[in-house]
């Protein structure tokens, strides 16, 4: 299991509408391959993360141009692009 953990801050005023696009962009993330879980939150600031949890480094970094493709689109509500981080160490639980 890989977490590739993306800070980002979005325009004043835009968090809305980037929660809005985020729901809109849910199968493309969902479908990147490997994909397990993803969560994106978001304070009333703008100030956020997304955690994309996958089955594997290899797997996350072979699909970095298809995610960059996906910030791409949320590019008119990011105050600038997210560098992305990956920890390999995870533990991943749900209700």
């Given at each position: 299991m890989f977490a590739r953990i993306t800070p980002f801050q979005l325009?004043?005023?835009?968090?809305?509408?980037?929660?809005?696009?985020?729901?809109?962009?849910?199968p493309k993330i969902m479908g990147l391959p490997g994909m397990q879980a993803f969560t994106v939150a978001a304070?009333?600031?703008?100030?956020?993360?997304?955690?994309?949890?996958?089955?594997?480094?290899?797997?996350?970094?072979?699909?970095?141009?298809?995610?960059?493709a996906i910030w791409g689109e949320m590019a008119e509500f990011l105050a600038e692009m997210p560098t992305p981080e990956g920890y390999d160490r995870v533990r991943h639980w749900d209700n």
């Open positions: 325009k004043p005023g835009t968090t809305d509408a980037a929660m809005a696009k985020a729901d809109e962009l849910k304070d009333e600031n703008g100030k956020g993360y997304t955690i994309a949890v996958g089955e594997s480094r290899e797997t996350s970094d072979g699909n970095m141009e298809q995610a960059r």
